[in-house]
């Protein structure tokens, strides 16, 4: 991975810090104070060829070094805010040439001057710096929202947020870096959240411990009506504003567990009827409240929730069971926690963990089909596998690459690990510039039954050849493996191929260390031969019909009828 540095100061510190934390990547950085004609290099080089893939280009300005016109307002100078206006159309115009030859822009928003006061209570008013900031930065999304691959970061919150010093007047002037060693620590801790979050490794599941963590108390000993949750105390108060910080993550997709040593009827009993409890039993997609190893028991989460471990976050308030959970299964991450309750909240709302670049109708879901998926379990104990693919009504609807759905397409493409052909991972002008070619195509697929929906879960991208049809990449959440979905996702592409006389379909498969179940898949239940290294279907034979399973074609036609 290629991580490019473009500043207006001595980045070269931040830049080795980078690399790390970005142990697998090579971090260059650009001479400093050359910012326009780096991103023209940039452009010119890409045109050429001459250029590695830059898979993200982090940009941090200062708007007084960038734009002249905003430097005058600063200086209480005479200034044009048209001029102003054309200086940020420039750059933008450069940026997004950028974004066409780059994977991914990651650049910090514009701030005020620091450690300036002398404009005082004329900041806000009409033309004032902060005013003007305000505008610089409001009207950069605006123009580069559509542009997928832009993300813009907040470097305010940075400096609001950071315990220390943000800024060093001695390295300012000793080697042009005027930035504090510990807050550029900060700053690429949240670069590489940032990262992890564009590729999909962002983490979805928080699992929670109960006692003195969701609640103060020992639910044991003290009883429903004992334990500390809100009313006129300072302790139960601290802790409804963990429980309310704790539902406004999952409000935006990150699914609740629970891990606690406690007997189950008791906690669900207080979930359920402590009035002044915030989170309720529906909020949480799975728990294992008992007597067991709470590291044992977060494995049985993962695998009760298909996902591997590397997706959840635990948190308890006894250090002994962070240092159990954290040494023995070190992909799940374990934050340090505070001791008081009264900084559970802020510590909660301030892990970066939970970085994504979007939300996806999917991840809004998740919860609901967490739930449904349970149902589902229930329902299959009591049927034969076939019975139960017949009971809940599969539904399944084909579609194109849109801008409805691209992201969610992107996001599949780059987390998805098991059931993956190639492991090729896009941008979104990736992607755009592989389908800019007629003969190729990227469909999705969306998933339903009688229990709910499980969203766009599949995605095949394909090209059209001679005499056969080239499958690319074939993803599948696992959420919805063993249903025979897979199956037919072939089947569509294969009277696909037939309707376009093909007489073969293809299937490229590479192999990594976490894609097995797509190996197994095609091996032994997909149908397709092996030939030269390819799965093959010669479309001579009658593939299967699987006429449980209702498929709808939504496609736009647009070069596929």
Known sequence: MNVTVV?????EPFA??????????EVVNLPYGQVYQNLINIVNAANKSEQPDI???????KAENLFPEYHKSVKFLDFNFNSLNEELNDFISILQKCSKVVKNILMFSWTKPPQNYLHGMLDYKNYGPQYLI??????????????????????NDLMIGNKGSVFDNQMKHLIKMPYDLDFLKKVSEVLLSCIEGVLGKSRRVLVLDLDNTLWGGILGDDGIEGIKIGGHDVAGEAFLDFQKAIKTLKNKGVALAIASKNYEENAIHALENNQEMHLKKDDFSAWR??????????????????????????????PVER??????????????????PADYAEALLSL???????????????????????????????LSHDDWLKSIKINVELEDINKNNKKRIIQLLNKSNQFNAISRRFSEVEIDNWLEKQSRYCWAYRVSDKYGESGLTAVVTFEIYDSYIQIYDFVMSCRVMGRNIENLILK????????HDKSEVRVNYEKTDRNKPMKDFLEDRSGFDQVEGFFVWDNKKEYGKYSYIQLDDIRLGTHDD
């Open 352 to 382: 970066t963990c939970f970085n994504v670049s979007s939300i996806s109708d999917e991840d809004k879901k998740r919860v609901e089909m967490f739930a449904a998926e349970k149902d589902r379990k229930q329902l299959k104990e009591s």
């Open 134 to 155: 305000n505008h610089l930065n409001n009207k950069f999304i605006e123009t580069t929202q559509d542009d997928g691959n832009i993300n813009v970061l907040n470097f």
């Open 55 to 61: 898979d993200f280009l982090v940009i941090w300005t």
């Open 323 to 340: 240092g159990r959970v954290s040494e023995t299964l070190p992909d799940v991450y374990v934050p340090d926690w505070p001791e008081s």
């Open 492 to 499: 569509s592409i294969i009277d696909f191929a037939i309707k």
């Open 16 to 25: 080795n810090l980078l690399t790390n934390y970005l142990e697998e990547a």
């Open 7 to 11: 500043s207006d100061f001595n980045s």
């Open 289 to 318: 409240i008992n007597w067991k190893d709470k590291a044992a028991n977060i494995v049985e989460i993962a695998e009760e929730l298909n996902l591997g471990l590397s997706s959840l976050v635990f948190i308890d308030d006894n």
